[in-house]
């Protein structure tokens, strides 16, 4: 069945509480996740994962626009008011045009939410040599996402970006672990070190790669913070909806997760136990 915004029962939905959306091309979201059920285990989630069409970040804008859009309008369908895009491609490249052009014509009491901004405000506090790295995929690089934040916040920052391309596909392959990981991973660090030496924080700005944080710290120099970002997203949200208790009011709370996929249940089963360290119930859409 294809998930479309239904009118008819639009009105309904605005009204009633729902779980808390959280959206991703694929796995990594679930790093973000797990994170936030960490941080606010007594909400009930929605987890959508776009597997069939990963990984966004190669695609154009347009493209990933129109598919976040549809899911995006999947989790409001299931009575969600607020969704995270716990992907950072999906931020950089859709997230605007949804909050300015769509929400208003959907409905503006729901909301949106990226992970692009609570990364960058958490950087300037990282940071003591104020040159920080930016490890991410080819679309996220591109988009030049990252740079305008952190322009906003702190200006002061100089922000040096490396595409990470082979990195989703050793996670999704679960190669994350293995000595051929080894390669890849040292290439990229060796080569934004080498772009700014004075670099003292590396983003990791693909929620993917904490899974090959084994292999990113063993080649990272002493010295060099690696920020992965679900604690920051978690604390951010914590934060949004103390400011927002007619949101937070919006959310039900049955400490419960159901998972989506556009693939296969057995593939997202067998992925999501590495990402969530426990088993899942998924149930198979198409968008």
């Not at 490396?162 to 060796?190: H, T």
């Not at 604690?231 to 949101?247: F, G, I, W």
Request: aromatic share 8%.
């Amino acid at each position: 069945m294809t998930e479309k915004l239904n009118p008819e029962i639009a009105s309904a939905l605005s009204q009633a509480p729902g779980p808390i959306g959280v959206f991703d091309s694929g796995y990594g979201g679930l790093t973000i996740l797990r994170q936030i059920r960490q941080y606010m285990p007594d909400y009930d989630y929605i987890y959508l994962g776009d597997n069939a069409r990963a990984p966004y970040g190669g695609h154009s804008f347009e493209v990933v626009y129109q598919y976040t859009l549809q899911a995006v309008e999947a989790l409001f369908n299931r009575g969600c008011h607020l969704v995270i895009l716990a992907c950072n491609t999906a931020s950089a490249k859709a997230l605007r045009t949804i909050q300015q052009r769509d929400l208003p014509k959907m409905d503006p009491n729901r909301r949106v939410l990226g992970i692009i901004r609570p990364t960058v405000e958490a950087i300037g506090s990282l940071t003591k040599s104020r040159h920080v790295g930016v490890l991410a995929t080819e679309g996220t690089i591109n988009s030049g996402s990252y740079g305008m934040e952190v322009r906003k916040q702190d200006p002061d920052i100089i922000l040096t970006g490396q595409a990470c391309p082979m990195w989703v596909p050793l996670v999704e392959n679960y190669e994350f672990d293995s000595p051929g990981a080894d390669y890849f991973v040292k290439k990229r660090i060796d080569r934004i070190m080498r772009l700014d030496p004075d670099i003292d924080t590396l983003v990791l700005a693909c929620t993917h790669y904490p899974l090959l944080m084994n292999k990113i710290v063993k080649y990272t120099p002493a010295g060099v913070r690696i920020m992965a970002q679900g604690e920051y997203v978690a604390a951010s949200l914590v934060d949004y909806l103390q400011r927002h208790p007619e949101m937070e009011a919006r959310c039900t709370k049955g400490a419960s997760c159901h998972y989506l996929t556009t693939e296969s249940v057995p593939k997202f089963q067998e992925s999501a136990a590495l990402f969530m360290h426990e088993d899942v119930t998924v149930e198979q859409i198409t968008l």
